[in-house]
């Protein structure tokens, strides 16, 4: 078994003069959530299609699953499972035939259907409603049972794109603990895209982020909230006068410097510049009494990232 559930290497792929996915090397282990992160339009659906092969990279390759994008597809589509834009429901059919209907197409022998069947919709709440028409489902019931879709065959890897877009919170937290007991227990790779950064928090594993088409970023929730301007200090103490600010402000790794609800607040360009910081505010004549920590969040972290390419441009 391959190490890696996604390895890709200078994957591209250009749409006249967008570059949707440009020279994109990231490898995803399995039997985790791994969230992919980025702004509308900045290439994460076009990725889900070059790895399941429905596009064809003009540079680059990838494997998924072991098997080769551009050779052996149909492979890497039996192995894997995938919900996109669209469900894919026939909503003038019950969740029940929906799901045997799919499960035809899989080529599932009966007896393994059924019991598959039963058990996913009674995971998801929905096996006493399995005859009704999902046409008149709410928009999460209709998402559990297109979730339900993608794993029944027991995929390796799913591919989930905005799974919880539109969801009331209830009904985007339930699934949020579906997905993850699902993972959990069965062992099972999961591709998230999303815009969501409070899920992609709680959910994931590792994080990629990528903007115009680039991975700027791979790492664990904490190693991107911990990076470059990833770090701000909450000082408490005296004599914190606009002259020690003033002087405080032209050290190289101080972004910002301001009184806040009785105390300092400092946001660094290196983590690791604090205790600089506080040789500086004791020379300049302050009294430092206490310093908190205080690791900025992945989405002050991730609009950080975007601002910076803005800026780039």
């Keep these: 078994m391959h190490a890696y559930a996604i390895h890709t290497q200078h994957l591209s792929r250009h749409f006249a003069a967008i ?19 980025g702004p509308n339009g900045s290439g994460k ?7 399941l092969g429905l596009l064809e990279p003009q540079q680059g390759q990838a ?52 019991v598959r069947i039963r058990g996913l919709l009674t995971h998801f709440g929905l096996w006493e409603r399995r005859r009704e028409r999902i046409g008149q489902w709410s928009r999460g019931m209709r998402q559990k049972v297109a979730i339900a879709r993608a794993m029944l065959h027991r995929p390796d890897l799913i591919f989930l794109d905005e799974p919880t877009a539109g969801l009331d919170p209830v009904a985007a937290a339930g699934l949020r603990d579906d997905i993850a007991t699902l993972v959990e227990r069965d062992g099972v790779t999961v591709f998230l895209n999303t815009h969501n ?7 994931c594993a590792q994080i990629g982020v990528i903007r115009n088409g680039r991975l700027i970023t791979v790492g664990s929730p904490d190693q991107i909230r911990s990076g470059p301007s990833g770090s701000r200090l909450e000082i408490t103490g005296i004599g914190f ?8 402000r032209r050290q190289r790794q101080v972004e910002a410097a301001v009184r806040k609800n009785g105390h300092l607040e400092v946001r660094l360009s290196d983590p690791g510049d604090s205790a600089a910081v ?29 601002e910076e390419g803005n800026d780039a441009r």
């Excluded at 006068?241 to 405080?248: F, G, I, K, R, T």
């Design 19 to 37: 570059r949707a996915v440009d020279d994109l090397s990231l490898d995803v282990p399995r039997g985790i959530v791994f969230g992919f992160l």
């Design 45 to 51: 659906t076009t990725t889900i299609r070059l790895l």
């Design 63 to 114: 494997e998924v699953l072991g098997f080769d994008t551009r050779r052996q597809a149909g492979q890497i589509r039996k192995h894997a499972g995938a919900l996109l834009e669209h469900t894919g429901l026939y909503e003038r059919l019950s969740a029940e035939d929906n799901l045997e209907f799919y499960g035809r197409i899989n080529r599932m022998p009966a007896g393994e259907r059924r």
């Design 197 to 203: 950064l409070p899920e992609a928090e709680r959910m």
């Design 241 to 248: 006068s606009e002259e020690v600010l003033a002087q405080l």
């Design 278 to 306: 506080v040789a500086c505010l004791v020379g300049a004549g302050a009294q430092v009494e206490e310093v908190v920590k205080v690791k900025a969040s992945l989405e002050s972290a991730f609009l950080k990232m975007m």
